[in-house]
């Protein structure tokens, strides 16, 4: 996994690992570098602010890092599990990008009601078996955390399903199919 373009462009970034010491499969499943250049190539291409970004189900971190290495302002980073929380720091270290970014380990869910908005660009990549995803999505379309015709939301899931028209007050704008995956791009 690496950085796609931008300042810090070819940067290796760490992964999760594939097994858990427990031996279980790993949870947190990493944008593919396709998925994540055809996504940023999208936003660029629709003129998309990046001054201040928001990585919801961050994983990693390779979404909020793309965008700042593209020139973003801040990100702020949410993710519940702290391995990946600490995973996302040591990212932020290898890109130098510490100063412009906060973690926020917690539920997403949690954290709509604690961030401060308005973001310019949200970028979402949570667990595709995730029956809460659809409401905790309309919950931030619809919260002081965007602004309809202002932020972008760009919302990563599974290519099976098909995406919603519209999150509140936001519509769907494109939608792009890379393998097993899907990106929703609102505006």
């Given at each position: ?67 700042l ?14 391995a ?5 720091a ?13 973690v926020?380990?917690m ?7 604690k ?13 595709y ?25 760009a ?5 099976r ?8 007050s ?18």
């Open positions: 996994m690496r950085v796609i373009a931008g300042s810090v462009k070819g940067r290796r970034l760490k992964g999760p690992p594939e097994r858990s010491r427990r031996g279980k499969a790993s949870v947190t499943r990493p944008s593919s570098d396709l998925l994540r250049e055809s996504l940023f190539s999208t936003l660029d291409a629709m003129g998309a602010d990046f001054s201040r970004v928001l990585d919801l189900y961050a994983g990693s971190g390779a979404l909020g890092i793309e965008a290495s593209r020139g973003g302002g801040t990100c702020d980073f949410v993710e519940r599990q702290s990946a929380c600490r995973l996302i040591e990212n932020l270290g290898l890109t130098g990008f510490e100063s412009e970014a906060d926020l380990c539920p997403v869910e949690k954290a709509l009601g961030l401060g908005g308005p973001y310019t660009l949200v970028l979402a990549d949570p667990p078996a995730d029956d809460a995803t659809p409401a905790v999505m309309v919950s931030l379309a619809e919260s002081h955390l965007v602004e309809t015709g202002e932020t972008v939301i919302l990563e899931h599974s290519a399903e098909e995406p919603r028209a519209a999150l509140g936001f519509s769907l704008v494109k939608s792009r199919r890379h393998g097993d995956s899907a990106v929703s791009i609102y505006r």
